[in-house]
């Protein structure tokens, strides 16, 4: 880098934006300006997409919400008199849509950036609605050479190789939260820095959006590959970095990084906030059965939107156990949670009693499972009753276990809005309660160390039925994450009869998966290899 006297300060918005919401998302950002804009920030920057929020989806082929942005856009751009504003946002030129970055300064826009490695995993799709940039950008200002990219440009070094000239690289972002690894990791970044010797500001998109979830935890590295600034995970954050000359003379303090598991389990809970929040609902409701599935649920519900705002209702029958209803009435006192219990055995009852002439009728040997998903039918109805007279969102409580071997009932168990565990397997689910009553103990100990059951018929137990569901979670998570065949599978150890029998369940229940309710994603590649298989299909 050149040496000469040179300052600039940079702050740094990680903020929580709502998909459409193009008038409210830029009253948010003229609100930060004008609070930054006389008081020495050189520069604001806002993420990827920012104005529309990310990702926007079909909502980009509506020629209304793109006039709506260049309208945005234009206030942004006259609000830009005494502090540069960096913003993410779409962009048609040439009659060809684009990822764009602006860099507006003094009214008026000095770069337009578009991005260039353009993302095509799930839900993103950019292909779909974006062109391809094809340019480099650097900007002189302040005497700071700046370039621009926008996130998964960093993953392609030819790109970043680019600027190999300049004091400053740039990059806004919305990359998805994955639990199991970072997307543009750490060191990658770094090494950049360091063999560049340039300065990087990565801005990342922080709150749930539907099935996503983006993590924020922002970064400043220095040109040594050293981190000066961190920002929160799961949390909105604006911080401020000052660039003197070649050094960076505000360096925080983030030493609170978070074990894995915590993630997560905070991952979990915006999601939750943000989809109760951004689709104004004010209450939640859940079936609480008394086991793990639907008392972790229980537990991130109320971290999410608060015990009043949480209702739990149990819905025992005859082969409901005494202990699944203490286990519920114990967890929701200690989470102070209101508990209703409504019996499904009357309505269960006038169901079979109006309906016997369907057994001698079909002449099958079906009566089990029949009575069995109309426990669980009885208790949907209960829970949307509820949901209509309270306008409250109906929380399911499947895990992804049973979600991938149909071990849960259609229009059953599977209803409600929002299903937080449909990607947790459920070993996982035994961490995050653990992890969760670590801080403060709200899940029951009997609900954890008691078998698995559905309690559907007596003396049921999961694993009387299906094996272990430490066999089964690797199982699911070799063949639908990474796309192992069968026989891979064998040959990874795997006892051959569970392997064929675990993958029919998977292939089988497509329909079911296919009208279940949206839940948060924790991996990108969560259901690489299930999302479009058809149902209608003779391969097995």
Known sequence: MEIMNRKLTIMLSQLNWVVGDIQGNCNRMLKEINAQQNIGTDIIIF?????????????????????????????LQNASQKIAIIIGHPWKENNFFYNALSFFWHGK????????????YIFFNEYRYFNRGKNSC??????????????????????VNKYNNIDILITISAIP????????????????????????????????????????????????????????SFQEDIQKCVFCNNDVLSVTDFNNQLPSIAKLYHALVMSIKDYVKKNNFSNVILGLSGGIDSALTLAIAVDAVGNKNVQAIMMPFIYTSQMSI???????????????????EEMYNAYIKNMLWLFKECNRNNKNITQENLQARCRAIILMMISNACDALVLSTFNKSEYFI??????????????????????????????????ATVIPANIVTRPPSAELAPNQFDEDIFPPYSIIDKIIENYVEHNKSINQLID?????????????????????????PIGPLIRINSFLNDKNYPITSMFK
């Open 177 to 232: 939260f994955d639990h199991k690894q970072r997307i543009i990791p750490t060191n990658i970044l770094q090494n950049y820095s360091k063999k560049l010797s340039l300065f990087i500001v990565y801005l990342n998109q922080i709150g749930g959006q539907d099935e996503l979830i983006f993590e924020g935890e922002s970064k400043i590295f220095n040109s040594s590959g050293v981190i000066t600034h961190k920002l929160l």
């Open 492 to 516: 990874d150890g795997f006892d051959e009869k569970i392997v064929y029998k675990i993958i029919t369940l998977i292939n089988h229940y497509k329909y079911k998966r296919r009208q279940s």
């Open 109 to 120: 826009t000095l770069v337009r950036y578009f991005k260039q490695n353009l993302s095509n």
């Open 406 to 439: 149909g071990y849960n009932t259609i229009y059953g168990d599977m209803i409600g809005g929002f299903a937080v565990l449909k990607d947790i397997y459920k070993t996982l689910v035994f961490k995050l309660v653990n992890y969760r009553n670590s801080i």
């Open 138 to 159: 650097i900007l002189l200002y302040k005497k700071y050479k700046i370039g621009f990219l926008i996130s998964h440009d960093l993953l392609d070094e030819c790109l």
């Open 326 to 344: 203490q286990n519920a009435k114990k967890q929701t006192n200690l989470l102070n949670v209101k508990l209703l219990i409504i019996s499904i």
């Open 47 to 75: 993420s990827e997409l920012s104005l529309t929020g990310c990702p926007p989806g079909d909502l980009l082929c509506s020629n209304d919400f793109y006039e709506l942005c260049v309208l945005s856009l234009q206030k």
